[in-house]
């Protein structure tokens, strides 16, 4: 569709996309997979390693800047989020990246400190995308959630991931009608 081709085409500024959603539902494998598709768009793209609280993320995440031959900003294992985040962009606007994609730690959407944790983030970056990755066999809990995210963070779209399982995505519906934002993506597969 022509709003997937406009989103991956090469930008001429800088563009932040923070990626938000709870545990597991495949946040980090999102970004590599939409990294790789802004690289192939002649993008330039930056991953920040900012869910520093899960002991494998950064590793993950490194992981999938070295498949699609990307650069990646990270920091120790508990290190402030937000002053990662910071970093990244700063990096961004030295090195004339187009792309800079935050992965952020899952996080329930009624943890007031990790949900702080996102605000943070945001006006530190001011992203011009805020994605919730929601897993399309959650149900009724990824509506939940979307509209709690999109509550606090003002979401600018949903993407609906293992849509290849036994779900089939029920709940998008639901979840474009209470947060009133695009499901802009569906993924499949690892």
Not at 24 to 39: D, E
Not at 82 to 107: F, M, P
Request: glycine residues 6%.
């Amino acid at each position: 569709p022509l709003e997937k081709k406009e989103f991956f085409e090469k930008k001429e500024s800088l563009n932040v996309i923070l990626v938000s959603g709870v545990n597991g539902v495949g946040k980090t494998t999102t970004i590599g997979k939409i990294g790789k598709i802004f690289k192939e768009n002649n993008n330039k793209v930056l991953f920040s390693a900012c869910d520093t609280f899960r002991a494998a993320a950064i590793d993950q995440l490194e992981k999938w800047a070295e498949k699609i031959d990307v650069n990646i900003i990270k920091s120790s294992p508990g290190s402030d989020p937000a002053s990662v985040a910071y970093k990244a962009l700063e990096h961004a606007k030295s090195n004339d990246i187009h792309q800079v994609l935050i992965d952020t730690a899952g996080r329930l959407h009624i943890d007031n400190q990790l949900m702080d944790e996102l605000h943070q983030m945001r006006q530190r970056v001011n992203p011009q995308e805020i994605l919730f990755v929601a897993d399309a066999m959650t149900g009724q809990d990824a509506v939940n959630m979307a509209k709690s995210f999109n509550d606090e963070l003002d979401l600018t779209g949903v993407l609906l991931t293992k849509m290849d399982g036994d779900a089939r995505g029920g709940a998008a519906l639901s979840i474009r009608a209470v947060t009133q934002k695009p499901i802009k993506f569906i993924a499949v597969g690892e």
